[in-house]
């Protein structure tokens, strides 16, 4: 039994969706990598702080230490819309499944 056009259609949309969901997440786990990293960086930064005595070098220690938390900050921004990208994708993949191809092949 051939597959009518619409339902075809709604396919290639699925699978264009599933695609983008999957770069998304692809590039999720990247961004995680760096972020682990990045955080790793983060807390030796903060120990080399902490043990420093001299205030005006303390300071500048500290002006780093925001740096890296400004980036994480920033990475995690776009790690949460990466997540919500492909969510949204796959929400949307579902729905067409449920509302449009399930009831055009009966079930």
């Given amino acids: 039994m051939a597959l009518p056009d619409d339902v075809i259609k709604l396919v290639v949309e699925i699978n264009e969706l599933s ?6 997440i692809t590039s999720f786990f990247n961004d995680l990598q760096l972020f682990e990293t990045r955080l790793e960086r983060l807390e030796q930064t903060s120990k080399e702080c902490r043990r420093i005595k001299d205030v005006e070098a303390k300071v500048k220690c500290m002006e780093e230490f925001a740096e890296e938390l400004k980036y994480l900050i920033e990475r995690m921004d776009t ?5 919500n990208t492909a969510y949204n994708a796959l929400r949307e993949l579902i729905d067409i499944y449920h ?7 009966g079930k």
């Fill in 19 to 24: 695609s983008d969901a999957e770069r998304n």
């Fill in 79 to 83: 790690m949460t819309e990466e997540l």
């Fill in 99 to 105: 509302r449009k191809i399930k009831p055009m092949l």
